[in-house]
């Protein structure tokens, strides 16, 4: 076990033989430092771009799977300090900065450096270091000035990543192409253990996370993996959550297994700060007890102007929450009136007037509401004919989605896209200001990319809801994989990538579909 005081350090210090001492630019304490193994096990990140900077994260882990909640992943004692290097070159020989962050143990020994007065719209690399250990270097990159005009932007978003249900070689593809941004829709990790005899590979405790240090421990498991550990450190992250980060179709206070809302909110405050340890967020974001506020917006000039939204925090509880009945499930209007209620939303008032006023001011050819779950309207066929709707969905809260959609129809924001996951599937939607009249206008477009893992919805039951819903254009459940994004000021290229299957490590890629969206006209076409 480590011992992290400062006199322990020197101790640790004075007794190895053969140190040789480092460059005199790292603190006193950050040079002394000894580690019988990589304190930088779980890789590094960026994420949370400006136009001059952005979030470097570390987070100190020599036994990264360490279970003992009083030395988390093999720490304890003071906080930390950890020096760090950027550079405009990917060898590190033009240093542009260099410094001492702080490993808080308050937060697990975590990272969150917030960089700013760097150069707008390039990469940078960068590195940290502690006494005799050095991370990899990683690259992050900045946005360009809000008011200049970028002609293009590459960028990749992912969801729904169980460990259990395979390998995520659709993460490593993704690295592969090197995006310049990418954004996490949610079940990055899932809580549960599977019981099924068909998981590819454990998670390591084998039980459902339901504490700090379980949650730390899943995390960990998670950012040990080598696909993800590279994606992190070749391009910038942009984050939001869906539900398994806590637990399977929680809203808000109200979890799925019926605990009291004080309870439940005591797990949720311990799922959210292991969230924020291993995540590049900035301080802001710092869980304030059971509240962490992650909705965010970045522009990437006036090219496009990303929204990220939280539907998980602050929505209305389920429709019909009831015993049995405490996540998502179907209803029909008939069952459940409630789920039509006026009052109900997803993402609650603050974060809707956030989000709307937001779109009415954004200067940005394409605008990009990135958030968790399926927002098209799915109509689903019960045994006796009747339509029913999922109530984790948007389908839970039409009247919210009804608000969202009018007002983009109303005002005067371009190209309103909406990305999402949650349903491992690909989906290409025309959203509709009706979507039970097909000649209704088409107010934006919805992309949702599959799984990186997590196993689908059978394909016999989703092919057969489609004729009820025409505005549909494309769905396909049987793929693992992620969606690459090319934008100009002119179109939108969306590829569903696909990878060849998620038991094998060594899993190939290719395009399963790519669609074209051209500025000014809403609406899926396949290219
Ligand atoms: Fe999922
Ligand atoms: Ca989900």
Redesign the pocket.
Known sequence: MFSLTRRDCLKTAGLALGFAAAPALFGRAAERRVWRADPFSLGIASGSPSANGFVLWTRLAPEPESYDPSTPAGMSGESVPVAYEIAGDPLMRNIVRRGTATADPHFGYSVHLEIAGLNPQRPYWYRFMSGDAQSAVGRATTLPAPASSPQSLRFGFV??SNYEHGYFSAYRHLADEEPELVLFL??YIYEYADTRPDVVRKHSEGMEADSLSTYRNRYAQYRLDPDLKRLHAVTTAMMTW???EVQ??YANEASQDFAEPAVFLHRRAEAYQAYYEHMPLRTSARPNGSAMRLYDRFRYGDLVEFSLIDGRQYRSREACYRMGFGGGHFETNASCPERLDDGRSMIGTAQETWLFDGLSKSRARWNVIAQ??LMAQLKVRNQTGEATFDT?DWDGYPASRQRLLQHVHDSTVSNPIVIG???HSYWANDLKLDFDNPSSPTVATEFVGTSITSHPPPYEFLIKTLPDNPHVRFMESRMRGYVSVELSPGTMTTRLRTISDASDPNASISTLKTFVVESGKPGAVAA
């Open positions: 969801s729904c949610g079940d869906d539900d398994h399977n179709d968790d779950v984790d996951g949650d349903i």
